[in-house]
């Protein structure tokens, strides 16, 4: 088992982000096109998903395992 060897596995599930992802893949307006989709209305912002990130790696996080934790405006 990982826990047992101290490994924690935990994942961010981010919806539609605005990023440079979109254009790289040859659609520059994705975000802003599929807002509609989002209950949010938007999409979100890097900054927006990061806190996330950073308190899974956090010490406040120190007990969480198995987690998922979904950054995605409501989706």
């Known amino acids: 088992m990982l826990a047992a060897d101290g490994i924690r596995v935990n994942a961010v599930a981010p919806g539609t982000v605005r990023t440079d992802i979109h254009a790289a893949a040859g659609d520059p307006r994705r975000a802003t ?16 998903i990061s ?8 010490a406040e996080a120190a007990y969480v395992s198995g987690a998922v934790v979904r950054v995605a405006g409501g989706l």
Not at 33 to 48: C, D, Q, T
Not at 51 to 58: D, E, F, H, M, V
């Open 33 to 48: 096109r599929v807002a509609s989709r989002i209950p949010f209305g938007r999409p979100g912002e890097p900054e927006e």
């Open 51 to 58: 806190p996330a990130i950073g308190w899974l790696l956090s």
